[in-house]
Each structure stands twice: as C-alpha cells, then as structure tokens.
C-alpha cells in the first residue's frame, strides 16, 4: 500500500487566486479545518512577503499540532530566516524553497544563467538544511525546464540537503503522457528517490485542465507528495483541487495499480470546501466536480427514476461519502446558543466563546425575521463576522434618499478603528466618520459616501452581484463585490436581509482588505 502525502497549499497559492486575501482569523479556521480533514502537510504562507503573511505563518504554525506546517521562501537567506522565524513554534515544520528552472524564467525573469541558478540551489538549500530537518526544494516552471538541466538542478538540491523535490507544472502545460516521462526520467537516473531517501512530489496548476489528470499520472510515475488547494483555488486557472484527487483515489482504489490511498477524511470534504468558499468569496460552480451544488442532483427522469431503484444507476459515490449529509435539527429563533455553538463547530468553525456570543447575537436578530435558519445562512453569517475583525472600518448607520425624480444621495458613518478618540463617557472609542455624497442610485451613492470617508478616489468597481442564499422573500441576501486599485484586485462581501445593507457591507469589506494591502510593507520583488 503507497501512501500519498497531501499537501494543501490553499493558504500559499490559494491565497494568488485574484481578489482573495485571507485575514489571520480566517486563515485559523482553514488551517484547522485541514488538520482535521486529515491533510498531512499544510503550505499556510510566504513569510518573506508581508508582516501579515510572516504573522499567518506564526499563528497557524501555533495552532496546528498534527499536520506539518510549511513556509514558502525563494533561494535568499533573508526569506529562509523570515520561515525560520515564522515557523519556530511550529510541532512539525518543513521549509520549502523554491526557484525557476526554466530558460525562459531564468533569462526574462531572474536574469541569470544556469549556473547562476545551480550556485543559488546549493548556496540556499545547504542554508535551509542548517536550520530545518525537513527541506523542500522546488524547480518552479519544472515542466518547460531542458529536461538535462532539470536533472542537474534537482541533483544539486538533493546533493546539499533537500528531503522532498516538488516537480511544479507552474503553467499548466504538462500532459500526463509527458509528465510521466519526466518523473520516470528523474527517477531513473537519480537514485536518491528509489533508496527511499528523497520523497518525489508535484504541484500541478489546471490552465490546460489537467491538473487532476497530470497529479493522477504523477502518482503512477511514482510521485508520493501530491500538491492540491480546496476547490481549485489558486493563481488564473488555479491549482489541482484536492477534492477531485482524493476521491478519484478513493473511487478508483481498483485504478491505481498496488493500493495508493491518501489519509483524508473523505466526510470533511464537503464542509472544508463550504468554508474555504465562504472566506474567500470564490464560490464554487455548480458543476465543479465532487463540491458542486449540482455533483449529485439528478434532472432527467430517466436518471432519476435509476436512481430511486438504486442509486449506482448514475452514482459513483455516495453523498456522505464527502459528507454530504442533510442535518436534521433546524434552528430557528427558539434555538438556543449551545445547539448554535454546536452547529457552528460541526461545520468546522473553531470559534472561541466570543466569536459565538457575537455571532448569535446576529443569529438572533436574523431569526426573528426568517423562520428557520439554515446552514449556507449561518456560513454566511460566521463569514461576515470573521470579515469583520480584519476590517479597519465598521459601518456605524446609512441613510438613503432615492426615488425616481430624485437623484440618490447617501449619508453614511463609518467607525475608524485606527483612530481612537474619548468618548462623552470618557471612554476610548473609534472615531465616527460622515459623509454624504450622491449617485446614480442608492448603491452607487452609498459607494461613493465609503469612497470618500476611505480616501478611495482611485478605486475602480469592476464587478457587484448579489443573490439570494435561501429560497423565500425572507431570503438573507448575500453582495459580492470587487475592486481593483492599479493592478490589485480585492474581494468583498456582505450579508443581510437587507439588500443595500448587503450592498455597502461587502463594499466596505473590500475597501478594508485594500486598506490593510494599502498599509503593509511589503519587501521589493516579493511575487512568485
Ligand atoms: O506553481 C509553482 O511553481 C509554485 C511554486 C512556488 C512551487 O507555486
Ligand atoms: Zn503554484
């Protein structure tokens, strides 16, 4: 029996997708979410790349006691410290460093030449050795590397320390056919992998839509560390998604030659893709394989008159084989906080007691407007409050003036954490911010008031939706919205049974995610 070490890297590469940026609290809740699903190794940040991420880093490597966590770094001693400092507390950690291969990256991206490239493996691996046990190397844009070339960088890695060589199709490009005959290539004429010395692993990207399909060959090829994020989240066309592999290992058991199985808890599947939607405001697809709302509803009559007689008809897994399963309790206003904190940790939440006090509080008030609450609305409420303690700014009030002879004018307060004032009580309490400021309806009016309290002259609104979560006029209503300052793009959410409330929460949601970017300071040249 083969065992496949799962690496999630949600929380790295995930964390490219366009418009996500998880807070430190969210970033908690999936790194448990992960141990707890059984994930072996958790890829939680780029140390080097901010404070913030340097602080994820810290903080998840505190909390995670049976997963290995593992921080990312480029070939440079500063990044290789910034892991070491992250991950000092970590009960299992692994460094995993990382750098272009490829001509096309070493010429037009790193301007260097091979050798170059060679001296900085050497120089930094035999460095990341000195300060970790576990040492990953990564040739990034492995699958367009000269093939020679490629050997002689992995050699050289494994030569001065490296325990795990991550072959990455950076772009997506690879075939199974052709990845196979990489990976087979490098084990055949470095030994290092066949004494059982060097672990072999991938990192595959989905631009081809192949992610799955190349991981899958990978594994025949004799890959034992396999690289996924949660729904495919992750960089344009995003990563493999860890659902898809471990259920088509799960499923396929009889496929996959002597017996190659993965220790994730298939059950947790579908309560760690609901959150990591949640938080990162990418929802999933209908259609997406295994998660999608759609992956086990049957439209036709034909299927569905097989699958009344038996469900194999047009089944090949079963619901709550990833933990789909309908809850029995419904709460409603009559419900009490332990059967909500109960509830709130069965879909994988970790709050503390505070968290759960406000987050019922909000549930109550809901609950006297809607009679039965359900999970997608108590997932959105969990999520607007976790949102709610990354932000700097807190809406306070908003009056709206609209009506098809006026124009729109808003008039909204916002609370500025960042600013500290006293109180008539004499108390220290965030300044309260007004403005008003017209538009081309409430929303857009709304908007601009944000707009100008934020100083956010130069953000542009490059796409709102908002929807329904339940069915009913008493729906909850979730807003999505998303900015972009220069070539950023920032993602907001809000939800309320009002829908211009929805509006401005999400938007203010967004301004608070460009804000904390507007403010960090970052390193130069920290993007992958
Ligand atoms: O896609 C890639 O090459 C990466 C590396 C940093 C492993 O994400
Ligand atoms: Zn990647």
Redesign the pocket.
């Known amino acids: 029996m083969t065992k496949i070490e799962i690496c999630d890297?949600t929380l790295r590469?995930g964390e490219q997708t366009p418009g996500v940026h998880f807070g430190i609290s969210q970033k908690l809740d999936i790194a448990l979410r992960l141990e707890a699903m059984g994930v072996d190794v958790i890829e939680a940040g780029f140390p080097a790349a901010s404070e913030g991420d340097f602080e994820a880093v810290r903080r998840v490597a505190g909390a995670v006691k049976n997963s290995v966590v593992c921080g990312?770094a480029r070939c440079t001693k500063s990044d290789i410290d910034a892991c070491a400092g992250a991950l000092a507390h970590a009960a299992h950690p692994r460094i995993?460093i990382?750098i272009a291969t490829s001509d096309i990256h070493l010429e037009h991206k790193l301007h260097i030449d091979r050798a170059e490239a060679l001296r900085r493996i050497a120089e930094n691996t035999a460095y990341a050795a000195s300060l970790f046990e576990e040492v990953q190397f990564?040739a990034?844009?492995a699958t367009r590397t000269d093939r020679d070339f490629l050997v002689k960088a992995v050699s050289c890695a494994i030569e001065n320390g490296a325990t795990i060589i991550?072959i990455?199709d950076?772009v997506g490009y690879t075939t199974p056919e052709e990845f196979f005959a990489i990976l087979s290539r490098l084990r055949h004429v470095i030994p290092a992998f066949d004494e059982g010395r060097v672990m072999l692993g991938v990192?595959c990207?989905n631009d081809l839509g192949l992610a799955t399909a190349n991981n899958l060959s990978a594994i025949s090829a004799g890959a034992a560390h396999v690289?996924c994020t949660v729904n495919g989240l992750g960089?344009r066309a995003g990563n493999a998604p860890l659902e898809e592999l471990v259920m088509a290992l799960a499923v396929r058991r009889d496929a996959m030659g002597d017996g190659v199985q993965t220790g994730i808890r298939t059950w947790e599947i579908t309560a760690t893709s609901r959150l990591v939607a949640s938080l990162s405001g990418v929802p999933v697809s209908p259609n997406k394989a295994i998660v999608g709302t759609n992956a086990f509803t049957h439209a036709s009559g034909i299927h569905q008159h097989g699958v009344m007689q038996n469900r194999q008809t047009y089944e090949i897994m079963a619901p709550e084989d990833i933990g789909l399963t309908a809850n029995t309790i419904q709460l409603g206003k009559l419900s009490g906080r332990h059967a909500f904190a109960d509830r709130v940790r069965q879909m994988g939440y970790s709050f503390g007691e505070d968290g759960i006090d406000a987050t019922f509080a909000r549930f109550k008030e809901i609950a006297d407007r809607k009679a039965v609450i359900t999970d997608d609305d108590i997932r959105a409420i969990l999520s607007e409050y976790l949102d709610s303690l990354e932000g700097r700014y807190r809406l306070s009030t908003f009056q709206i003036q609209s009506g098809n002879h006026i124009k729109a004018m808003a008039l909204v307060t916002l609370a500025d954490n960042l600013s500290l004032v006293s109180g008539e009580d004499g108390q220290i309490q965030p300044r309260q911010i007004t403005e008003a400021a017209p538009g081309e309806g409430p929303v857009d009016a709304a908007f601009n008031a944000i707009g100008r309290i934020a100083g956010a002259e130069n953000i542009e609104l490059k796409s709102y939706e908002i929807r329904a979560i339940t069915e009913g006029t008493d729906a909850l209503g979730e807003a999505i919205v998303k900015i972009s300052a220069g070539t950023s793009l920032f993602t907001g959410r809000g939800v309320s049974t009002d829908i211009i409330k929805a509006s401005i929460k999400a938007y203010l949601n967004a301004i608070n995610k460009w804000d904390k970017a507007r403010e960090r300071t970052a390193p130069a040249q920290t993007e992958?």
Do not use: I, Q
Request: charged share 30%; glycine share 0%; hydrophobic share 20%.
């Open positions: 890297t590469d990312l995993h990382f990564s990034e844009d991550n990455p950076t990192h990207h690289e960089e992958l």
